[in-house]
């Protein structure tokens, strides 16, 4: 069973070898700064390095920031400088104010977590097949395990800094819970939305007022606003595109209780030290002890039922380090890209925020956590011993079975593959040694807690499951079909270019049938642009071409109908064709069919035929 995985995990490597390597950055070894100044200075260089417009940098010690810092330019045109009182975009760190302000209720006991979004919002129409066993919940929206569709490309371009939330909620629909509520955990920009609609109706206030006066204001957190206002747009950094030059539209979005809040890096550090604090901060307590502990750790979802610590909570995410757990969230939202994190019992955290849309730049948390860390003991749980029947168990392929938006389901299909192997007694996941803890819990060699936890399905299937997504453990015949399909495909481009070679020696003339060669030619090529513009579309990182109607969307609608167009015509050629016909070519033609049907059948599960990101 092992030997064949293995083979699996080699073929799927060769085939997805193109993804992988894009999406893989080298490692690079970093020394760790030892002091402030060091810090400061490696970041500077890693920013250079990176070619990033600007950043601004607050770091937390001793439950004071120490740092604040402004790194190269807020407008690339005009030479301005990134300096501490620069406004950032933060992004999706604003459903971390949506989740305190709804404990803040929730302590007053104004709302249950529990309660059910029909009664809450009774107007909103949402469609959930379980309601009346596992209605849709308010803890629900928060977690992102609703089991609703995030919300689609278009929406990201829906403006209005007056429009009310009410109106918002409506225009990011429609809604329809995938799969049992508080079952999987999937990102979904629309829950917190719900949600701060919800703070409205319960406060009687707009939900920027009621963050501003209960959170915001007496934080003295002066550059929060959830709209480009007066009083900071002098402020507001620029973005940028990749090239670093190109500026990115400033988009007032409908979603501001998910992702609108401007803000200076020095006054988002605040949120870190009041969540360190516990809820409370310079004498003054905002909620309890208890409610930031529930705020970081999810409870609605499957893996925080099968034990593991630390999943996403109340608009919170933990990022496990080498000596210790963060807590915090990131964001990014119109070139502007953002993160928070804070290490609740350590005293430290940071908030890193850049103008330009650079993943990369996220490594540059791992910098600044390896400083933090640099003097605190070593506090990793100690491994258990490994059952040899839970081992073989789990080993296997597991496939992403909750993605954020139900039309990216077959491109996990396909590409979100996650091999786990027995070997020697250990199990290696992704390529990388995991340490077994118990219960189904697993740990990286160097890090602080576990990240996923293995767990048995509804249905008999292993989980896997982590805090923010669920994978299931693939049948090997079914890895196996879509190897074969990919080996298939490959000796298929081989065939199909020998047949056309023969036609530069007139191959056609002396065994008839020039559409017996061209249609099923089409076929596999219909094919390779799908995936080929497919891939372009995604990894361009251009939010307007599946935002609105483009030149490669369109591309991607037509080809999708014509992959299987091509499919019948190429079976009706190849069976239309003379006995005259040399078997290469036959063979070909009817090769070609078989592999654009059976595509154009994979498209038809996944909802592709048509399709068109802009809807």
Not at 37 to 48: H, I, Y
Not at 602 to 608: D, E, N
Request: glycine letters at 10%.
């Amino acid at each position: 069973m092992n030997r064949l995985l293995s083979v699996l995990v080699v073929a799927w490597a060769l085939l997805q070898s193109g993804t992988a390597w894009a999406q893989s950055p080298p490692d690079k070894a970093k020394e760790i700064p030892q002091t402030l100044e060091a810090l400061e200075k490696a970041l500077a260089q890693e920013f250079a390095r990176l070619k990033i417009p600007g950043a601004s940098v607050a770091i937390i010690e001793n439950n004071q920031i120490v740092l604040t810092r402004g790194y190269g330019l807020a407008d690339v045109k005009a030479r301005t400088p990134v300096t501490p009182e620069t406004v950032f975009r933060a992004g999706s760190i604003s459903k971390s104010f949506t989740g305190i302000g709804i404990m803040m209720l929730v302590e007053e006991g104004r709302l249950d977590l529990n309660a059910k979004l029909a009664d809450l919002v009774p107007e909103l129409k949402f469609d959930n097949p379980w309601e009346s066993s596992d209605p849709v919940r308010l803890v629900h929206l928060l977690e992102h395990t609703a089991g609703f569709d995030d919300i689609g490309f278009h929406h990201y371009l829906l403006e209005g800094k007056d429009t009310p939330l009410s109106e918002a909620v409506v225009k990011y629909g429609p809604y329809k819970s995938r799969w049992r509520p508080g079952t999987w955990t999937a990102y979904c920009n629309s829950g917190p939305v719900i949600a701060g609609l919800i703070i409205e109706k319960v406060s009687g206030q707009k939900f920027q007022d009621f963050i501003a006066e209960r959170l915001t204001g007496p934080l003295g957190m002066s550059s929060a606003y959830w709209v480009k206002d007066p009083a900071i747009a002098g402020w507001m950094a620029k973005s940028y595109k990749a090239d670093g030059v190109t500026e990115e539209p400033f988009i007032e979005i409908l979603a501001r209780p998910s992702g609108s809040l401007n803000v200076t890096a020095g006054d988002l550090a605040r949120l870190a030290q009041l969540m360190l604090g516990r809820g409370s901060l310079d004498g003054r307590s905002y909620f309890t002890p208890a409610t930031a502990s529930r705020i970081e750790n999810g409870q609605s979802g499957a893996a925080a039922r099968a034990g593991l610590k630390g999943v996403y909570g109340l608009g919170n995410f933990s990022t496990i380090g080498k000596k210790a757990v963060f807590h915090g969230h990131d964001g990014g939202i119109d070139g502007f890209a953002s993160k928070l994190e804070y290490a609740p019992g350590k005293g430290a955290g940071f908030v890193l925020m850049v103008n330009q849309a650079n993943e990369e730049a996220f490594e540059l948390a791992g910098l600044i956590r390896d400083y933090l860390e640099r003097d605190w003991p070593e506090a990793k749980p100690s491994g258990v011993a490994l059952p040899s029947a839970d081992l073989e168990r789990w080993a296997g392929l597991y496939q992403d079975i909750a993605p954020r938006q139900q039309v990216l389901a077959l491109i996990g299909s396909l590409a979100a593959w996650q091999p786990a192997e027995a070997t020697e007694g250990a199990l290696i996941l992704n390529g990388t040694k995991r340490v077994f803890l118990g219960q189904g819990q697993f740990r990286k060699e160097d890090a602080a807690a576990a990240n996923i936890v293995f767990t048995g399905g509804p249905e008999g299937e292993t989980l896997m499951l982590n805090g923010t997504g669920a994978s299931v453990k693939v049948p090997l015949w079914q890895a196996a079909t879509k190897a074969v399909y990919g080996v298939l495909f490959a000796l298929s481009c081989i065939l199909t270019l020998v047949v056309l070679m023969r036609l530069i020696g007139g191959a056609w003339r002396r065994d008839g049938g020039f559409l017996v060669r061209l249609v099923p030619t089409l076929a596999l090529l219909s094919i390779v642009a799908l995936a080929g513009v497919t891939l372009a579309v995604l990894a361009s990182n251009d939010l307007m071409l599946v935002a609105k109607p483009s030149a490669l969307g369109w591309a991607v609608y037509s080809l999708t109908i014509a992959v299987p167009i091509f499919g019948v015509l190429a079976a009706m050629t190849a069976q239309a064709s003379g006995s005259e016909i040399g078997w290469l070519t036959r063979v070909m033609a009817w090769v070609n069919a078989g592999l654009a049907l059976l595509a154009g059948l994979y498209l038809y599960q996944y909802g592709w035929i048509g399709l068109k990101f802009w809807e």
